[in-house]
């Protein structure tokens, strides 16, 4: 590595491409803010909760559909309320279908992508909070391009509710019908865009037709660990999952590997993480990407047990999905079994994640929105 790049973290500031934002939905509001839209329409208070009922419980999104409104209330309402948001252009399946990858164009011509995962247990959708992204990790794809804009609240919140529509439809054939978890870990890093993301979750969380009504702890927020938005997330009445994306136990590497790293130190971003903990009670999830010969050596291993002993904390190691023309590769496995073995030796739970989406650049790190690369992902599913 030559240089280290400088990283805005406010998006807003200047060099950061200024916003173009779309225009306000009604994901963007709470009920009471709904409410207030629509009477200032001159429609009654209750087609708040009518068209709330047909978007977060029936999972409806396209107003057309909302036949019990009247048609000259359904068009005003669904342009104040329902403009579209996500432009499809094209969506994969993997894994038998159990994997969906979801690629949008926003209203300004943005990509960003979505990801949804089934399970026998469980359905997981992968959600972006940005477009591009500016941290600049040198692994990661969306960090290669650079920070677009920030997503909107209802720009989040609708791929959620588009891919749990999915979902409900029974698309994913042995998973459950019903939508259980959200992961902020596609295009962006959400404590960038920290009030629209704090936003989306309170719609995520709030029960219908409010809200999607999914549980606060089946919410992971992943971040690369911006110190002062952990204390702030940590203040929030909320006890989402955190994880931390560490991927070096060590500052000289940590600096490479995550440059934000650059402002705050392993052992900062560490106390925030454990400050997090102590505040909601929830087990902080340390991602850790395995790069062969680059973080993956027994000593750090033994360095990053030494540091999460008796955390409440678990480690998840990601095999690293190499990304186009990148220099890095994977650990071999006897390496990852190695550096697994010594962290649980020193009493820290770890598990290897599952590698799904390989085949349609839907993995970790690589929403990239290959489209606007000029390049085809596998493209056996066109929509
Ligand atoms: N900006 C946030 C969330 C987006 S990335 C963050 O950094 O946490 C979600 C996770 O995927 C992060 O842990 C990230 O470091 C990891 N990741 C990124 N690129 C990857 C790659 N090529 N292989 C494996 N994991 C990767």
Known sequence: MTSLPLIPVDPDAPGARRASMPPQH???LDLAGRKALVTGLGEPAFRARQISTHYFGRLVRDPA???DLPAASRARLADQLLPRLLNPVRELACDDGATRKALWRLH????VESVL????????VCISSQAGCGMACPFCATGQAGLTRNLSTAEIVDQAVYLAGVAASGAVVGSPARLSHVVFMGMGE??????????????????????????QRHITVSTVGLVPAIHRLASEDLSVTLALSLH???DELRDELVPVNQRW?????????WAYAARTGRRVSIEYAMIKDVNDQPWRADLLGRLLAGKLAHVNLIPLNPTPGSRWDASPKPVEREFVRRLRDAGVSTTVRDTRGREIDGACGQLAAAEDMGTDPAGNLSA
Request: glycine share 8%; no cysteine; charged share 20%.
């Open 190 to 215: 959400p404590l960038a865009n920290y009030n629209r993301v704090v936003a989306a979750i309170r719609r995520l969380v709030a029960p219908a037709p409010e809200g999607l009504g999914l549980s």
């Open 108 to 111: 300004d011509g943005a990509l």
């Open 265 to 273: 130190k392993v052992s900062e971003v560490l106390d925030a993480a």
């Open 117 to 124: 995962m089934g399970y026998p247990d469980r359905v997981t």
């Open 26 to 28: 009604l994901a963007d």
């Open 248 to 250: 070096a136990p060590d």
């Open 65 to 67: 559909q909302m036949t």
